[in-house]
């Protein structure tokens, strides 16, 4: 479970259209990036998988079922975000519990949950400090452990390591793949960072105001991208 479907999806801000029609499959499982420069769409467009903005014009299929306008709470996906979105005055361990409690899921089965989030994510030492004493690297695993707990059939991440510095970059980069091994959850990621694309990505939708230039493997776009943009944009010899 996690496909999700995109038919002629468009968004517009008033008179300013930020999402041309666009049609895109996302396969259960895959971790595909979502690339471009600032300003594209790409942000809103993950925001409208996730039902935190109204699509304008189109469907969105999830699991091959309409959630076009589906409450985000029902689509069974979870956004982790740049800035972390952490509640300061709470410890890890109940930033982490948040989403269960608000389901209402029994305090065993949430302390069996943080357990082995935390444990997945390297937090156990962690659980009972609040953001404001954890580095960023820390805070951002805060983050995925609250989206880990509630087994969403897809992640979404937008641009989640710009916030950090580069080198704790490269090792969050590593976890997360590593973490979608593990769950074999499919994950959408969201980013301007080439090399990220490069290396995380089993398929890279290229984004270019509003529109997706190409989709395809990190190979494929390298060796045939379909035209100067995508060619510039991956650093390719086109
Ligand atoms: P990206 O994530 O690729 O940098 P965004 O999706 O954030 O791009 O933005 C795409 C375009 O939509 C930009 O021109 C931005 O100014 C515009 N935009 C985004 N959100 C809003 C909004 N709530 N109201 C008006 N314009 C918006
Ligand atoms: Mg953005």
Known sequence: MGSITLKQVTKSFGDVNVIKPLDLHIRDGEFIVFVGPSGCGKSTLLRMIAGL?????????IDNQDATHMPPAKRGLAMVFQSYALYPHMSVRNNIAFPL????????????????????????????????QLSGGQRQRVAIGRAIVRQPSAFLFDEPLSNLDASLRVNMRLEISELHKRLATTMIYVTH??????????????????IIEQVGTPLELYQKPVN???????????
């Open 53 to 61: 903005e109204d699509t304008t014009s189109g469907r969105i299929e």
């Open 228 to 238: 100067r943009f995508v060619a510039g944009f991956i650093g390719s010899p086109k």
């Open 193 to 210: 960072d080439q090399v990220e694309a490069m290396t995380m990505a089993d398929r890279i939708a290229v984004f270019n105001g509003g």
């Open 101 to 132: 409690k608000r389901a209402k899921v029994d305090a065993a089965t949430i302390e069996q949950k943080i357990a082995q989030a935390a444990k997945m994510l390297n937090l156990t030492d962690y659980l009972d400090r609040k953001p404001g």
